[in-house]
């Protein structure tokens, strides 16, 4: 189990943080520069047990310790209703009122035999006053759950978060053992249908009705065979298939690709190879050599009887919004045999608001004839599908020509029929021309290798599918886990590689330059945003950094055709790519941020294969070889320090993650 403490100022007061549950120390933490700490301990035995948080001096001796009320709840097995803080908490104007007294169902479902836990979803952290309530109306205890929307990087912007956090809060614990089986609540929100049948919502009248009848043997009966089925599941299987509504599909083959100059001759042989169908999806499509290539490749396709449908993010590929047009994108419209698709247009300023710009669609797909799928993180445009041994650069070569690196998954089998589906669902939802399924679109597929695969997508601000596919695989993690990205991590993905290290597991991240540098870490010209953004993602790296994150600028192989002084460049990095183990490997849209992992809709690739993930993590070794290792007592690292912070503190997070 992990226990955590915000030590404040206190962290100030001492050097080591003590963890006692129940009077006896459980774990002593150095306090960092940070306020946090966190240890991973064995967990006690079931039943709720009191935590608190001691701050020492250097010889052990306690200088004070933190105020406040902590229990840690270990699950028993017996049936858990999750019970609405709302219920306890003095009544707002626009709640519903109870038509019973909250405690006398409590009771009544104690006496069933169920195990309490209070949950709160709100903008602020309420846990005091939640506690202070339990206390002062003399409630059952249990431990307090708080999902607050501004810890987990979530502005609410107007958008109602609760059925997402409610969804989320659910799988969770199910997927760590806890058998939730009941919501008692006077909301109408209710968990999303595909838990339906495993969690009862009701109210507190409802309940205490039940109760007296005795009607709660299907709760009891979903909570024994929710513990039997984790008993005998794979720690991996039973996370993802709780957490992610993805399903685990044997029979594939895959190749993961990193040399965008080899992706470009993959994506585009496929499109001439084509027969029947040609289903894309891109976030971005912009005017560059690759676009045209593709164009063209699709027009010649097109006119030789091959269907063709292009589906793009209407903001972001600048198509169908106030009224202006991406020119790529209208030569392929006025071919007869190709269909073209924006999501999410704007049709008026009036659609101009914060959400509206945040939950896009980031998701990059090729399908084609039903038979092969490509999964990728990225765009239409040079820098995605340019090899670094491709492009001329000298010392004052722009940024935006610098190729990034960048991944992509291929796949061939059973499993390119979800990623089908995935795409035929969207193009529908987003109001086109109906699909038919039928053998140019959805034909039978017999297994075409040995690896097992599972497509995960996640729906913005609809659940956290991307976010709990990349907490599944870190939690499991024993040895080993490599992380490509070059954006700002989630808290709650930063929490769960903290437990990593708690482990003493070995991580490894590898990233770029959001404004791409010379080989003596200078910047190429480039825009400020970018500039900015670079220094911001290296400010939310450095606590990572200091506790015991391997980060590595990525480096190129030196080429002919890079003259800037030192002959090497550091470019952005715009992979999404997590290894685990050697054993399971995620590839896709979905960044390691706060827009991946709530706002936009994303898709990944989660390989569970051993070949297959030994092969990425000896590419990804040897980037790593050959770049530059990131260490806080350099010189090229402490001469932006002051950057960082500036720009760190006034970054618009509500905006841009």
Not at 408 to 415: A, D, K, N, S
């Amino acid at each position: 189990v992990e226990l955590s403490a915000h030590l404040g100022v206190s962290a100030k007061l001492g050097t080591i943080a003590r963890f006692y549950i129940d009077d006896a120390v459980a774990a002593e933490v150095p306090i960092g520069s940070g306020a946090e700490v966190s240890a991973v301990v064995e967990a006690p035995g079931p039943g709720l047990h009191r935590v608190r948080v001691a701050i020492c001096n250097d010889q052990g001796a306690v200088v004070t310790e933190l105020s406040g009320h902590r229990l840690l709840q270990v699950a028993s097995g017996r049936p858990v209703v999750l019970v609405d803080a709302a219920l306890v908490l003095p009544r707002v104007a626009d709640q519903p009122i109870p038509s019973i007294s909250p405690i006398e169902a409590l009771r009544a479902l104690i006496d069933e035999g169920f195990e309490l836990v209070y949950f709160d979803i709100h903008v602020k952290n309420r846990d005091p006053s939640i506690h202070e309530a339990l206390v002062t109306q003399r409630l059952p205890p249990g431990a307090i759950l708080v999902y607050s929307a501004e810890e987990q990087e979530l502005r609410s912007l107007g958008i109602d978060f609760v059925e997402m956090f409610t969804s989320t809060a659910i799988r969770r614990l199910r997927a760590k053992g806890v058998p939730v089986t009941t919501i008692l609540t006077e909301r109408d929100e209710h968990p999303d249908e595909s838990l339906a049948e495993q969690v009862s919502v009701m109210t507190p009248a409802t309940a205490l009705r039940r109760a007296l009848s005795g009607a709660f043997a299907a709760e009891i009966e979903r909570a024994a065979k929710l513990m039997q089925d984790r008993s005998q599941s794979n720690p991996l299987d039973w996370r993802l298939d709780q957490t992610t509504d993805s399903e685990l599909v044997p029979g594939n083959s895959f190749h993961a690709e990193l040399d965008n100059g080899e992706a470009r001759r993959r994506v585009l042989n496929a499109f001439d190879e084509a027969q029947s169908t040609i289903h894309i999806q891109f976030y971005m499509v912009q005017p560059s050599d690759f676009t045209e290539h593709m164009v063209v490749r699709l027009i010649q396709r097109a006119r030789a009887g091959v269907k063709v449908r292009f589906m793009v993010d209407a903001l972001y590929s600048d198509e169908e919004v106030l009224g202006r047009l991406n020119p790529s994108i209208l030569s392929l419209k006025e071919e007869e045999n190709i269909e073209v698709l924006a999501v999410n247009p704007i049709e008026s300023r009036k659609q101009v608001d914060v959400s509206r710009l945040k939950k896009r669609d980031h998701r990059k797909l090729v399908i084609v004839d039903g038979r092969r799928a490509f999964v990728s993180g990225r765009n239409a445009s040079n820098e995605y599908y340019m090899g670094f041994s491709e492009v001329p650069v000298h010392d004052n070569t722009r940024h935006e020509r610098i190729p990034w690196l960048d991944a992509h998954v291929e796949v061939i089998g059973p499993l390119v029929r979800t990623v089908q589906e995935t795409f035929m669902g969207t193009w529908h939802r987003q109001g086109g021309a109906q699909i038919p399924s039928d053998d140019t679109t959805m034909p039978e597929l017999e297994p075409t290798g040995p690896a097992s695969g599972r497509l995960v997508v996640h729906r913005g601000l609809a659940e956290t599918n991307g976010l709990a596919m990349y907490e599944a695989m870190f939690d499991v993690a024993d040895d080993h886990v490599y992380i490509v990205n070059d954006f700002p991590i989630v808290p709650a993905l930063e929490r769960a590689i903290y437990r990593l290290l708690a482990k003493e597991v070995s991580v490894k991240l590898l990233t770029g330059s959001a404004a791409a540098r010379r080989d003596d870490g200078t910047f190429f010209p480039a825009p400020m945003h970018r500039t900015l953004f670079e220094y911001m993602v290296k400010a939310k790296l450095e606590p990572l950094l200091q506790a015991g994150v391997e980060v590595y600028e990525f480096v190129p192989p030196p080429s002919p055709m890079i003259v800037a002084r030192g002959g090497r460049i550091r470019p952005y990095v715009h992979a999404k790519l997590v290894s685990v183990d050697g054993l399971v490997t995620s590839i896709g849209s979905a960044n390691l941020d706060a827009t991946a992992s709530f706002w936009e809709s994303e898709a990944n690739i989660v390989v569970q294969d051993a070949e297959f993930a030994r092969g990425v993590e000896a590419t990804l070794q040897t980037f790593i070889d050959g770049s530059v290792a990131l260490d806080p007592e350099s010189q090229y690292w402490k001469r932006e320090r002051a950057q960082r912070a500036v720009v760190a503190t006034l970054w618009p997070e509500s905006l841009y993650s």
